[in-house]
């Protein structure tokens, strides 16, 4: 079983449209890191968090540390947004990832 | 600026055949971490340095090694390649506490070993 697993997939939405990844894990950790890896294969750290929200942008992510739950939010998606969109939690000193979400986003 | 380079970024070798794979950061980071990346996985850590002459194993460690001489550099060898090495390897970094602080990461080895 996977410390770390999110949902969906993989994701088509349509220029302007909200949306929204999911993320689940399994362990007690430290701070959840969301990534974002562009499909020139470079990734970067986009959020880290360990309660609440943090928002840069048009990209929001919460934290339910009850729930073991977080989610990343995408305002008026564009195609730039398209990427693979990566969950991660630290536990002491190691990182769990998930396998990603592939988002497409259509002009 | 700082940052973190990895070469080569392409390699492609033979089964039996030593390889090494450089990572160099300017971050001045402590913590160092070398992934690998394959279909239907997340990012497995292969080995991770917490500093100056400090090694740590991985989830997936075996085939691989590392050595940390100076706070810039941790260079990951496969001693013997193996088809199943084939995969996109990064190198990663992080300052302070590594589960407290942000990675940055290389742009990826994509290695083939025929």
């Known amino acids: 079983k996977n410390e770390v697993e999110q949902s969906p997939q993989n994701l088509t939405a349509q220029e302007g449209e909200f949306i929204t990844i999911n993320c689940s894990y399994s362990?007690?950790?430290?701070?959840l890191h969301w990534l974002q890896q562009h499909p020139g294969g470079g990734i970067v750290s986009l959020f880290m968090l360990s309660s609440g929200k943090k928002k840069h942008g048009r990209l929001i992510a919460t934290i339910n540390i009850q729930e073991k739950h977080s989610s990343l939010h995408i305002t008026a998606s564009h195609p730039r947004d398209s990427a693979v969109y990566i969950c991660a939690v630290s536990t002491g000193n190691q990182f769990y990832f998930g396998t990603g979400t592939s988002l497409t986003v259509i002009p | 600026d700082a940052e973190i380079t990895q070469s080569p970024r392409h390699k492609i070798t033979e089964t039996g055949r030593q390889v090494t794979l450089a990572c160099h950061q300017t971050w001045n980071h402590n913590n160092m971490f070398w992934y690998r990346q394959d279909l239907g996985h997340g990012l497995r850590l292969i080995h991770y340095?917490?500093?100056?002459?400090?090694?740590n194993k991985g989830e997936v460690s075996d085939g691989y090694s590392v050595s940390r001489s100076n706070t810039e550099d941790l260079p990951l060898t496969l001693e013997s390649a193996a088809s199943s090495q084939t995969s996109v390897y990064f190198c990663?970094?992080?300052?302070?506490?590594?589960?407290?602080?942000?990675?940055?990461f290389g742009a990826g080895t994509r290695l083939s070993v025929l």
């Open positions: 990663a970094s992080s300052g302070g506490l590594a589960g407290k602080n942000i990675q940055y």
């Open positions: 340095s917490y500093g100056v002459q400090d090694t």
């Open positions: 362990v007690g950790i430290s701070a």
